[in-house]
């Protein structure tokens, strides 16, 4: 890969001349013109981040989540809002879509803007301008999920004991045949959350057969897809647990297409999905859900970077990033008949 040096090298003028020209500062038209010809003939991309992720002090900090249309990451959004903006900076919001392409995307931008720092919501793919991010500045904090190969502090809420919780109560409510929708086999919450239910499961002498493990892409398409072959299966299973609140209503649009035919819920079939939303009280029955602490979240990952900005250690962990079982009807001891 070509370096500013070589581009230098080519145009016959110093390192400094081909950083200003291509930062848009004012150079003249003969030695713009040599510059830019010889970029262009050793495909030469600037660094972006050994460029940009620098203590620029322009009071601002980029936000970069994996699907905004998820009610999750909104709320996300708000609080990292509100954290920075109580320190005095500026939050920029990129949409990844899930797309690794976009996420580097907006990676770029935000560094070609000069923010101080980034907060991203990785993509189940790691993009890589963000490996690139993490291998060139510390100014750089993930959030909600790992990536592979990416060193930076990771703010993770822990389930552990909200799934055993709601494995516990499906048990005892009769329920011995779950099913579960989980992201993609690579992305790291998906294969967590799957293994925590497994052990769960495990501890009540319940094995979790693969026909009952059905792997989404964290979108609601996926989510639809995959309850619409559980309920296509003679074999249904007697319980089913989303562990994403994006899938989470591909099920529910699946459901409410099938009102007044089986499955019922809670009597044939218990719902739980994983990340609550306030109008999963107003469905009938309401929905059982796992909330994630996700305004602590969005609060020690902002707090997190800002530290590291500052150049001081990241403050300590916030007690209480569990995430808590939230019962309801959907997840009810089936009525006798």
Same mark, same amino acid.
């Not at 930062?23 to 010889?38: F, I, N, Q």
């Not at 005095?88 to 931008?109: C, F, L, M, T």
């Not at 995959?226 to 309920?231: F, I, P, R, S």
């Not at 997190?304 to 916030?318: M, Y």
């Given at each position: 890969?070509?370096?500013?040096?070589?581009?230098?090298k080519a145009?016959g003028?110093? $390192?400094?001349?081909?950083?200003r020209v291509?930062?848009?500062?004012?150079a003249? +038209?003969?030695m713009?013109?040599r510059?830019?010809a010889?970029?262009?003939?050793?495909?030469f991309?600037?660094?972006?981040?050994a460029?940009?992720?620098?203590?620029?002090?322009t009071r601002?900090v980029?936000?970069? /989540?994996?699907?905004l249309l998820?009610?999750?990451f909104?709320?996300l959004?708000r609080?990292?809002?509100?954290?920075?903006r109580a320190?005095?900076y @500026? /939050?920029?919001?990129g949409?990844?879509?899930?797309?690794p392409?976009?996420?580097d995307?907006y990676?770029r931008?935000?560094? #070609?803007?000069q923010?101080?720092?980034?907060i991203?919501v990785p993509t189940?793919?790691t993009?890589?301008?963000?490996?690139?991010a993490a291998?060139?500045?510390?100014? &750089?904090?993930?959030?909600d999920?790992p990536?592979d190969?990416?060193?930076?502090p990771?703010?993770?809420a822990d389930a $552990?004991?909200?799934i055993?919780e709601?494995?516990?109560?499906l048990v005892t409510?009769?329920?011995r045949?779950p099913?579960?929708?989980? !992201?993609?086999v690579?992305?790291?919450t998906?294969r967590l959350?799957?293994?925590v239910?497994?052990?769960?499961?495990?501890?009540? !002498?319940l094995?979790?057969?693969e026909?009952?493990v059905l792997?989404?892409?964290?979108r @609601?398409?996926?989510?639809?897809?995959?309850m #619409?072959? &559980?309920l296509?299966?003679?074999?249904? +299973?007697?319980a089913v647990?989303?562990?994403?609140?994006?899938?989470?209503l591909?099920v529910?649009?699946?459901?409410g297409?099938r009102r007044g035919?089986?499955?019922a819920?809670?009597d044939?079939?218990?719902?739980? /999905?994983?990340?609550?939303?306030p109008?999963?009280t107003?469905?009938?029955?309401s929905v059982t859900?796992i909330?994630?602490?996700t305004?602590?979240? !969005?609060?020690q990952?902002?707090?997190?970077?800002?530290?590291?900005?500052?150049?001081e250690e990241?403050?300590a962990? $916030?007690? !209480?990033?569990?995430?808590?079982? /939230?019962?309801r009807?959907s997840?009810n +001891?089936r009525r006798?008949p």
């Amino acid at each position: 890969m070509a370096t500013i040096k070589d581009v230098a090298k080519a145009a016959g003028v110093s $390192t400094a001349s081909v950083s200003r020209v291509l930062t848009g500062h004012p150079a003249s +038209p003969t030695m713009r013109e040599r510059v830019l010809a010889a970029a262009e003939a050793l495909s030469f991309r600037p660094n972006a981040v050994a460029r940009s992720l620098r203590s620029t002090g322009t009071r601002t900090v980029g936000l970069v /989540v994996s699907d905004l249309l998820n009610p999750f990451f909104t709320e996300l959004a708000r609080a990292v809002e509100d954290t920075a903006r109580a320190a005095g900076y @500026s /939050v920029i919001v990129g949409n990844a879509d899930e797309d690794p392409g976009q996420q580097d995307h907006y990676i770029r931008i935000l560094l #070609e803007r000069q923010v101080d720092g980034l907060i991203v919501v990785p993509t189940v793919e790691t993009s890589p301008l963000l490996r690139e991010a993490a291998a060139n500045d510390h100014h &750089l904090v993930l959030v909600d999920r790992p990536a592979d190969d990416v060193d930076a502090p990771t703010i993770l809420a822990d389930a $552990t004991e909200a799934i055993g919780e709601l494995v516990d109560h499906l048990v005892t409510t009769g329920r011995r045949d779950p099913a579960i929708i989980t !992201g993609p086999v690579h992305a790291g919450t998906a294969r967590l959350r799957l293994e925590v239910f497994r052990q769960a499961l495990a501890k009540h !002498g319940l094995d979790l057969p693969e026909r009952r493990v059905l792997h989404g892409d964290f979108r @609601s398409t996926s989510g639809y897809a995959a309850m #619409e072959h &559980l309920l296509a299966d003679p074999d249904r +299973p007697d319980a089913v647990f989303v562990t994403n609140g994006s899938m989470g209503l591909g099920v529910l649009e699946v459901l409410g297409r099938r009102r007044g035919t089986p499955p019922a819920i809670p009597d044939e079939l218990a719902l739980a /999905v994983f990340d609550d939303t306030p109008w999963f009280t107003l469905l009938a029955p309401s929905v059982t859900a796992i909330a994630q602490p996700t305004v602590h979240l !969005g609060e020690q990952a902002t707090r997190t970077l800002l530290a590291r900005i500052r150049g001081e250690e990241p403050p300590a962990a $916030t007690p !209480g990033l569990r995430c808590r079982l /939230v019962l309801r009807e959907s997840t009810n +001891p089936r009525r006798k008949p």
